[in-house]
């Protein structure tokens, strides 16, 4: 079959079009994330013939990770490329030092807080992943037992969080397979840099990579599995619209809690539950994922008993017929100096009317209730009030804004508004 590049670039236009076309605002400029592999060198030579009517800024962003030998060369590269075409390049640098623990996890988290931070807070960031990496990203998460939200894998629009920043991203290759990309590149007569860890067994994703290449004898192929991934989004998004609307009816936030109804939060079927009680989790901790599924499950057991639970960060109690999930104060150790617009705990903001030099901010715990009246602090479920933020002046506390209405201080909680926070995540 003969390679038209009029129409994949047709359909790529289409894509990128009709995604800016949605949004609610207008951000001034993409971010194209680019490596000198197949998929993204694709992306770029996409995204220059792209029309751009809007007439948006583009910035293509390579990551040098310095995990191998090579990767600078990469980066020049893809710099050498853009500046052939026209375009903006910036190469990042990742700066660590031995690095603990999932080594994948940590370049990812690295690169797109790299990327998030060298472009504007509006922009958009472009990705390469495709139809490929989906089939690969589904069958992962199938091996892990994953359900309706792992199965789901990669939307083609995200918000990925980190802590009060954030950054879109829009995947525009998700329908598109790798060798068809990579026709691209020998349209163009451009070279791609083959990742050598793409041959190294040892990694989940090239074992993955491999089986998928046998399932096609049983009829199961990238665009089977890329069609379920699209039906599980589907499924996905209606639950978390259903667990919205369950919030709406029965839920609420009161100083940076959730809070639910026992006796309608015990009506709903098991999945919602899961659904409402992890997504509070992970929006009252700032973890950067849910928590295990065994663990969600304990917590709803213990509510079902109306006993106190703990974990992610979190505990979750009874109290005057309801559920509720607070900081735990012990998870929250920090003490940061104060000063006006100064954020606590990735989730409070203080603003100060007055001086607050000399002075620190902590969760208020056991010692600091101790110095609240009596009258006056049962205004606050204990288990809340200690994990709140106050000022102190070494171990004195200075000020208590949430149970001082003539205070000159007060805390705003910066958090994107849960219910949300349900539908994005």
């Given at each position: 079959m003969s390679f038209d590049f009029d129409v994949?670039?047709?359909?790529?236009n289409k894509k990128i079009d009709n995604f800016l076309d949605g949004l609610s605002y207008h951000p001034d400029t993409l971010g194209v994330a680019v490596s000198g592999g197949s998929d993204s060198l694709s992306l770029l030579y996409l995204i220059d013939a792209w029309s751009n009517k809007k007439n948006l800024k583009i910035v293509i962003l390579t990551v040098d990770h310095n995990l191998r030998n090579g990767s600078a060369d990469e980066a020049l590269y893809v710099g050498e490329l853009c500046n052939k075409l026209g375009l903006i390049h910036k190469t990042l640098f990742w700066d660590h030092e031995d690095i603990e623990g999932n080594l994948s996890a940590s370049a990812r988290e690295a690169r797109y807080r790299l990327m998030q931070n060298s472009i504007p807070s509006d922009a958009i960031l472009i990705t390469g992943h495709t139809l490929d990496d989906q089939a690969e990203t589904f069958l992962m998460r199938l091996r892990r037992g994953s359900g309706v939200d792992g199965l789901a894998s990669m939307a083609e629009q995200s918000y990925l969080s980190f802590g009060n920043d954030g950054i879109t991203i829009f995947r525009p290759l998700l329908d598109f397979e790798r060798q068809t990309l990579r026709k691209v590149l020998k349209f163009y007569k451009v070279d791609w840099i083959e990742d050598p860890t793409n041959n190294d067994r040892s990694f989940e994703r090239v074992r993955v990579r491999d089986l998928l290449a046998r399932f096609v004898e049983i009829g199961i192929d990238k665009n089977t599995i890329g069609r379920t991934a699209l039906l599980m989004q589907s499924a996905k998004t209606a639950l978390n619209h259903f667990a919205s609307d369950c919030y709406e009816k029965f839920?609420?936030?009161?100083?940076?809690?959730?809070?639910?109804?026992?006796s309608e939060f015990s009506k709903q079927p098991l999945d919602v539950k899961r659904r409402l009680i992890s997504a509070a989790q992970k929006w009252i901790s700032n973890q950067k994922y849910r928590p295990r599924l065994s663990q969600v499950d304990a917590l709803i057991n213990s509510i079902d008993?109306?006993?106190?639970?703990?974990?992610?960060?979190?505990?979750c109690y009874f109290h005057n017929n309801s559920i509720r999930i607070t900081r735990e104060a012990n998870a929250c150790v920090c003490e940061i100096e104060a000063s006006n617009d100064v954020i606590f705990d990735r989730r409070w903001k203080l603003i100060a009317l007055e001086n607050c030099k000399d002075l620190t901010i902590k969760c208020l715990g056991e010692d600091g209730y101790t110095f609240l009246e009596p009258g006056i602090r049962k205004k606050i479920p204990y288990k809340t009030i200690i994990a709140l933020p106050a000022l102190f002046n070494d171990t004195n506390l200075i000020n208590f804004p949430f149970i001082d209405p003539e205070s000159?201080?007060?805390?705003?909680l910066c958090k994107q508004p849960f219910n949300q926070f349900l539908l994005d995540h």
């Open positions: 994949i670039s047709a359909k790529f839920g609420s936030c009161d100083n940076g809690d959730i809070i639910f109804d026992f008993k109306k006993v106190t639970f703990s974990g992610s960060g979190t505990i000159k201080f007060k805390f705003n």
